[in-house]
């Protein structure tokens, strides 16, 4: 039932990639009657192809292609080509992604008003108030079946929940749950319960969680009106001499170039290739890149402040068992400068199995000191730590002078240095975290660096004026009608909350302003 | 001494060859171009590498990750694939023996014997250290976290089960079995 398109078909729109974003938009603009194309690079796996091994599900769903890192962060001397560790699959990073659901909180859609002015930080307000977003979280939440939204029950705790719940209560604080997860903590949408495998970041077995690879796309291939083309690499976006958009360029799975004709293109290949993309799709019209006259396109990149704490404690935990990250303390997500910080973040349950604990836990470490961490594997509980990072010019994706991907293009650099902002938070989570475990009797804990980046934002960011961003606050850019955004790069700022649900809730906003301005003819 | 693990999963991993010899033979002991295990009755050919090279690359990736409760023959099946890159790299191979060789060096100008025979180790990661920013530890070390620890037969002496979906889950196999807080 899913549609076939004809390349030369100029009246489809074209989304770049089937994440959380365009994976949303194309089945929800499909859904709205509009003949859709989605072109991803990845393959696609189907819900019995994943493996609950770490290393194995990392080799069929990562994004691997070449990718080069400089700045001061720790990810650049550890995993100098791996800057994020994000999906490259129908799905995008939901198939990896472990389903915190949170909603921004008001102020944080208002960072530049409410923070004031910060040396060295690009702040802007997002030119969409939180008000104005309420009706698509709604929206959002009803569709991904957030659980504690919609009448839907909270998933039960497992035992890495119960530490950090326990620990948590004992230092104080009042808000800890198994949180807003898009996990169905019983049957609904014709997926099952949560079975409490425990490999959410390998793909779920079982269907209990979100993904667009599963909840949302064959929906909207059951309408007709949406083709999903997996293994379709996008290496340029075209213009005609207006400087509107008419389509991509593409490399099909036998490495032949395509040309997909388009009346509209929405670009949501995650916050590090969409900007690429724009980068590389320059022109003499458009020699910084399309959409890019504020040269912002690259700049802000965000990947929110994250660390781990570890605790090992005298008796078994188990952390491995059950759901990845159905818990959390959200007692410091606010904004209470007299930490010494701007912004707040959030903790939550994470674990690791034995090969990524051992790659992750300290890289590079090595030693008695390191393995008798690991021997007390199974007497650990982790948590993760998320909160704002600042959108800072410096950091962002250009295009690498040197390295080339497998079809001549130039690959993405991923600069970041922390802000003293970020630093200051992280010591903050660091320690309330270690506070949290010993006081339920940890007798080591670990303050775990930042992995590569799981959550990659605002690299095309929204903007009230031209000059200070990519998009509009409808993801459209500023310099070109038919072109959108679509995924996690127009934030403009990051808030303290994982960014999945904002990206959902702004993807599906968009396809009701693309399916308006489509009838209205004025795109 | 090292004592075996009751729950070690048995006998040696399939890229060992098992083999009877007689207790209380050396650890470790080359014959040919063979490594011998006896206590651990495992044998590794090996192909491009001197066998005592590949014996002290086995007690190297055991001081770069020690864990008492493993047995040699999980360090071996680790390092196993440097032979294999040996073997089909010269480049590689000779920075390997060099560097083993250079690593050597340093043993017997401190402590008086090679890496191997160093007592303690304490002493041997003294030599580590010196040789931490080379091409031989840097290349050993970040292929050894994954090659060691993705071993399945080493997953039980850690306590990971592994693959849980095939098994329905934790759902009713204690997700929230944890009683002691
Ligand atoms: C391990 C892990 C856990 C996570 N947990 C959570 C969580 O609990 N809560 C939360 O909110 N978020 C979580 N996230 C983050 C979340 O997955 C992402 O924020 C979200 O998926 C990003 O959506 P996106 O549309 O921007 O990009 P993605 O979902 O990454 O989709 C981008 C897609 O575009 C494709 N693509 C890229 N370039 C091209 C090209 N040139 N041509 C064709 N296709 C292309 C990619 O292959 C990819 O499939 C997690 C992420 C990871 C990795
Ligand atoms: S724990 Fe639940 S959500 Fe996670 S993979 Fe298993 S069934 Fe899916």
Not at chain 1, 103 to 118: D, L, M
Not at chain 1, 322 to 335: F, H, K, L, S
Not at chain 1, 344 to 359: C, I, Q
Request: with cysteine; aromatic share 8%; hydrophobic share 40%.
């Amino acid at each position: 039932m899913a549609a076939k398109f004809d390349l030369n078909d100029d009246t489809v729109v074209v989304i770049v990639g089937s994440g959380a974003g365009g994976g949303t938009l194309g089945t929800q603009l499909a859904l709205k009657g509009i003949n859709t194309v989605i072109l991803e690079a990845g393959k696609r796996h189907e819900i019995e192809d994943f493996v609950n091994d770490e290393w194995a599900s990392f080799a069929q769903l990562a994004w691997t292609d070449m990718r080069t890192t400089s700045g001061s962060w720790r990810v650049a001397r550890d995993f100098p080509n791996l800057p994020a560790w994000i999906v490259k699959a129908v799905g995008g990073s939901t198939v990896h992604w472990a389903g915190a659901s949170l909603r921004f909180q008001p102020h944080e859609f208002k960072a530049a008003t409410t923070y004031g002015r910060i040396k060295g930080t690009n702040l802007a307000d997002w030119p969409i108030s939180s008000d104005e977003m309420a009706p698509w979280y709604a929206m959002a939440e009803d569709r991904m079946g957030v659980t504690r939204t919609n009448g839907i029950p909270g998933l039960p705790g497992n035992n890495n929940y119960k530490v950090l719940e326990a620990g948590a209560k004992k230092v104080g604080y009042k808000e800890v749950s198994t949180g807003r997860m898009a996990i169905n903590s019983q049957a609904r949408d014709d997926r099952g319960a949560c079975q409490q495998i425990g490999f959410c970041f390998q793909g779920c077995k079982s269907g209990a969680k979100w993904s667009t690879l599963y909840a949302e796309i064959p929906k909207g291939e059951a309408t007709g009106k949406l083709e999903v083309r997996p293994e379709s690499h996008v290496v340029r976006i075209e213009h005609d001499k207006s400087g509107k958009v008419t389509g991509v360029v593409y490399h099909d799975a036998a490495g032949t170039i395509r040309r997909q004709k388009a009346r509209l293109v929405c670009v949501a290949g995650n916050s590090i290739e969409s900007p690429r993309l724009l980068l590389n799709s320059e022109s003499s019209k458009f020699p910084d890149g399309l959409a890019n006259s504020s040269g912002q396109v690259g700049k802000n990149y965000m990947r929110h402040m994250t660390g781990s704490v570890y605790g090992v404690f005298d008796r078994p935990v188990k952390m491995w068992r059950g759901t990845t990250m159905a818990g959390i303390v959200q007692d410091e997500a606010g904004n209470d400068p007299k930490r010494g910080f701007v912004g707040g973040y959030e903790l939550e349950t994470l674990s690791l199995g034995l090969p990524f604990m051992a790659a992750f836990l300290d890289p590079g470490a090595w030693g008695r000191e390191f393995a008798t961490a690991l021997d007390a594997y199974a007497n650990m509980a982790g948590m993760w730590i998320v909160g704002e990072d600042m959108p800072q010019e410096k950091n962002g994706v250009t295009l690498d002078p040197k390295a080339k991907d497998k079809y001549g293009m130039p690959v993405a650099r991923v600069h970041f240095d922390d802000h003293p902002n970020d630093v200051a938070m992280r010591n903050h989570a660091y320690s309330r975290g270690r506070a949290i475990y010993e006081a339920v009797g940890a007798t080591r804990t670990f303050p775990t660096t930042p992995y590569p980046s799981t959550h990659n934002l605002g690299t095309n960011r929204m903007s009230a004026k031209p000059s200070d961003g990519v998009v509009n606050k409808w993801g459209q850019s500023h310099d070109i009608k038919n072109l959108f955004v679509s995924d996690g790069s127009q934030f403009t700022t990051g808030g303290a909350e994982n960014p999945t649900l904002t990206i959902v809730a702004l993807a599906l906003r968009q396809a009701n302003y693309i399916a308006e301005q489509l009838g209205q003819k004025t795109i | 001494m090292r004592t075996m693990p009751p729950n070690d999963g048995g006998g040696p991993p399939a890229s060992l060859d098992r083999r009877g010899f007689l207790a209380g033979a050396a650890a470790l002991a080359v014959s040919g171009t063979a490594l011998i295990h006896a206590r651990e009755a495992w044998g590794l050919e090996v192909k491009a590498l001197k066998p005592d090279t590949m014996a002290t690359l086995i007690a190297m990736a055991r001081d770069i990750y020690p864990h008492d409760r493993l047995a040699d023959r999980f360090y071996a099946v680790a390092v196993k694939s440097f032979d294999d890159k040996a073997a089909a790299d010269p480049k590689m191979k000779a920075m390997i023996e060099n560097g083993i060789a250079d690593l050597d060096g340093r043993a017997r100008k401190a402590f008086g014997t090679p890496y191997r025979t160093v007592g303690w180790e304490a002493q041997r990661v003294t030599l580590l250290r010196q040789i931490e920013g080379g091409p031989l530890f840097k290349a050993v070390r970040p292929a050894l976290v994954v090659s060691l620890y993705n071993q399945k037969e080493a997953w039980p002496i850690f306590g990971y089960e592994g693959e849980s979906a095939g098994h329905g889950g934790y759902i009713s196999r204690g997700f929230d079995d944890l009683t002691w807080l």
